[in-house]
């Protein structure tokens, strides 16, 4: 018996489940799992040709494709003779499917779920750091995201789950957590008492102390409330890193994605945090090409990097979803799609360089990963370290330079 295979696609969500679904199978010999992403059609590509993969270097393995591809589109992967099942997100919840000869499509309606999720899903960056499941579904229908048509409505972990898990990973010696989901600012609406993501967060830092770090993964920033907005401007063991879902910078694009914030908002709420937190790092999500976006539009989001203040950019040239609103749009050319995307990754590498320059001179706190040698601080800039450090300790360094877009760090504590 062997543990099984399995390959993730996508998002630190898909990263936990994986980890989670890995220890709840255990020893199951000869087995493949495809844990796919839906949320652009490369994504969608990308799963295939892992699947073909597979096949090829394990022609005798049973081969699941399970994930958010498998939910929304499970045609695609049925047709697929390399694909021995595809199960759907809430089955794979349900670890005996995996080990059991069945229907080859195996997947539920999404939607009609309603109960809080399940399982508490973590994954692991080695000894150091562990994403935790804390929400998953959204209730929001941005016009070019398939992702609630694979994830179902929003439902929350109850906060006492949470804090017993977290206290468990700190006992392992886990010495950073982040908070994650698929909206994970719409934690708790689903819950008694309908507590929210700013709540969660108080109550696990009070409730864990022993727990020296703690990070949030992509939220929305029009659902900072005052309560969140102090934590991540004032509590010392939150990171000084924010990762906004954007999408666009120009006001009639956020209208067409049916986003919830304008142009004016994004700005303002990093502009309030910087002023309280001057070290907050932010990153973002900015599509390149939405449909209908002509170039006035997209200097607009092009604008966004340096008026938010973006050193860590996740760019996404658009694709159509088959079943969302915006596919059914004006399209803009893909040579424009791909032209746009390669501007915005330029803006951010340059702002991130002149962040990453102004670092030098400064201390920063490091948390030791994989190998010894290098981590992340606080604001999650990527240093290398002078010297082999026991993995998850943490460790103050004085920055002394940057060699191929990494922090070079000299430990002193």
Not at 108 to 118: E, G, K, L, N, Y
Not at 299 to 305: C, G, H, P, R, T
Not at 390 to 410: D, W
Request: charge should be neutral; aromatic fraction near 4%.
């Amino acid at each position: 018996m062997s543990s099984p295979e399995i390959i993730t696609m996508g998002c630190r969500l898909n990263l936990a489940e994986s980890h989670a679904l890995a220890e709840q199978l255990g020893d199951v010999s000869n087995l493949v799992i495809v844990n796919s992403c839906a949320v652009t059609n490369e994504a969608v590509r990308q799963t295939r040709q892992a699947i073909r993969q597979a096949r090829k270097r394990r022609p005798d393995a049973r081969i699941i494709v399970t994930g958010c591809a498998a939910q929304v589109e499970p045609q695609t992967f049925e047709a697929m003779a390399e694909a021995d099942a595809v199960i759907g997100n809430m089955e794979k919840q349900s670890p005996a499917l995996f080990a059991l000869d069945g229907p080859k499509v195996q997947v539920s309606d999404i939607m009609a779920v309603r109960q809080t999720a399940p399982h508490l899903a973590t994954a692991f960056s080695g000894n150091t750091r562990a994403f935790v499941e804390v929400q998953t579904g959204c209730d929001h229908r941005c016009t070019f995201c398939i992702i609630p048509y694979g994830r179902g409505n929003s439902r929350s972990v109850p906060a006492g789950q949470i804090i017993e898990h977290v206290q468990k990973l700190v006992n392992r010696g886990i010495s950073e957590i982040v908070l994650t989901g698929v909206d994970v600012t719409s934690y708790g609406h689903d819950l008694p008492g309908q507590p929210n993501l700013g709540m969660l967060v108080e109550r696990i830092l009070r409730h864990v102390p022993t727990l020296p770090r703690l990070r949030l993964s992509s939220i929305d920033g029009v659902e900072i409330d005052e309560r969140l907005f102090d934590l991540i401007t004032g509590e010392a063991r939150l990171m000084p890193h924010i990762h906004l879902s954007l999408q666009a910078g120009d006001n009639l694009i956020l209208k067409r994605m049916k986003r919830r914030h304008s142009r004016e908002q994004a700005i303002e709420i990093v502009a309030r945090m910087k002023a309280a937190r001057p070290d907050i790092a932010i990153g973002a999500d900015i599509i390149a090409g939405f449909p209908t976006e002509d170039e006035a539009m997209f200097a607009n989001s092009l604008a966004l990097v340096n008026e938010c203040d973006i050193v860590h950019g996740h760019i996404f040239p658009y694709s159509p979803k088959v079943g969302t609103p915006a596919a059914k749009m004006p399209q803009v050319p893909a040579r424009e799609i791909k032209d746009r995307a390669k501007r915005l990754r330029e803006a951010v590498a340059v702002r991130r360089a002149g962040w990453l320059a102004s670092l030098i001179g400064s201390t920063q706190k490091i948390v030791v990963e994989a190998g010894g040698a290098s981590g992340h601080s606080e604001n999650f800039s990527y240093v290398e370290l002078d010297c082999k450090v026991p993995e998850g300790a943490i460790v103050s360094a004085v920055i002394e330079g940057l060699e191929n877009g990494r922090l070079q760090g000299k430990v002193t504590a």
